[in-house]
């Protein structure tokens, strides 16, 4: 990354947020002990707080609701939840959203424990199957329309020879393999405002018709023709970015990108993150494949035959949805 894009102003309010979000953690973490409940809910209103002063004011930003489907099937109690601009007016207190209009949810932890990570996978998985599948484009069927994380101050693997991003990971891949059984249910995104972001990456067929070098890249891709998933994880391990790397860096540019591809009016901004670079660099994790009958007959067959795009921005039939 150049230097004068390190020098950006962004970097210094993401910077800013950090400090406010670990200062908050120690005071929460003092009366913790005392009140759990209490504790959770004041870690709940700073990621609520975030949100509201970074998303645009078109979005609304609830705590402590439930989804239901267009079939009337609840979900558990969400910590906090992106509304879409159209959500009705009247509707915004009643604890109970209609799923057609929620953006986005969080489940949002104090102290990530890795029992969260097991339960924010299950209950993304419940959650997205409140949502109908989509057809029509290899973005549309990989993707769910609401976008599902996991968001902590801290975390609790503290000691000397703790090793907090590798047991994450683990944990991460580990539930991910048990409990998700197609793409579009994955859990987006992971935060912990002092440690890293770990973001879901998604590839399309990458095949014979999409590359000249096929033989020697078939080992690394696989020949399922269908897709694969993986985290990529950013923190200031990768590439030396200590001096200006936060997470929650991470997670402003990766959940507006994830909301500009259903909403377009978000995209200039979305872009304008990515070219600052704020989300800092990342490294991949192993990657999941997953056989051809994810997609749609009609899809899969398009796919196979290399009508894909090669990473174009915004682009539905593009390789990668990273």
Not at 162 to 172: A, D, G, R, V
Not at 177 to 192: E, G, I, M, N, T
Request: glycine residues 6%.
């Amino acid at each position: 990354m150049p230097d004068q894009e390190k020098k950006h102003d962004l970097f210094d309010f993401m910077s800013q947020i950090s400090v406010e979000m670990a200062s908050e953690y120690n005071r929460i973490q003092k009366r913790a002990t005392e009140d759990p409940g209490t504790a959770g809910d004041q870690g709940e209103e700073n990621w609520a707080a975030l949100l509201r002063d970074w998303l645009p004011p078109t979005y609304q930003i609830v705590t402590k609701g439930r989804i239901i489907s267009h079939e009337g099937k609840t979900s558990p109690q969400i910590d906090v939840l992106v509304l879409k601009s159209s959500y009705p007016k009247k509707l915004l207190d009643k604890k109970v959203y209609l799923a057609a209009g929620v953006a986005a949810a969080f489940e949002c932890k104090v102290t990530l424990k890795a029992s969260h990570i097991t339960e924010a996978i299950e209950n993304c998985v419940e959650i997205k199957n409140l949502f109908p599948a989509r057809k029509g484009s290899p973005y549309k069927e990989l993707h769910s329309p609401i976008v599902y994380g996991l968001l902590a101050h801290s975390h609790n693997w503290k000691g000397k020879k703790s090793t907090p991003l590798e047991n994450i990971e683990n944990k991460l891949l580990e539930k991910d393999q048990k409990f998700v059984d197609h793409p579009r249910k994955a859990l987006d995104l992971v935060c912990v405002a002092d440690l890293a972001a770990w973001v879901l990456f998604k590839m399309t067929f990458y095949g014979p018709k999409q590359s000249k070098d096929w033989e020697r890249m078939a080992p690394i891709y696989g020949t399922l023709g269908s897709a694969s998933t993986g985290y990529i994880e950013h923190s200031k391990n990768s590439l030396n970015q200590e001096s200006h790397f936060t997470p929650v860096g991470t997670f402003i540019s990766y959940l507006s990108k994830s909301l500009a591809w259903e909403n377009h009016e978000y995209r200039s901004l979305a872009d304008y993150y990515r070219i600052t670079y704020i989300s800092g660099s990342g490294q991949g994790t192993s990657m999941r494949r997953w056989s051809a009958d994810i997609y749609s007959d009609d899809i899969r067959t398009k796919v196979e035959n290399g009508m894909l795009s090669n990473g174009a921005p915004w682009d539905e039939w593009s390789i990668c949805f990273p």
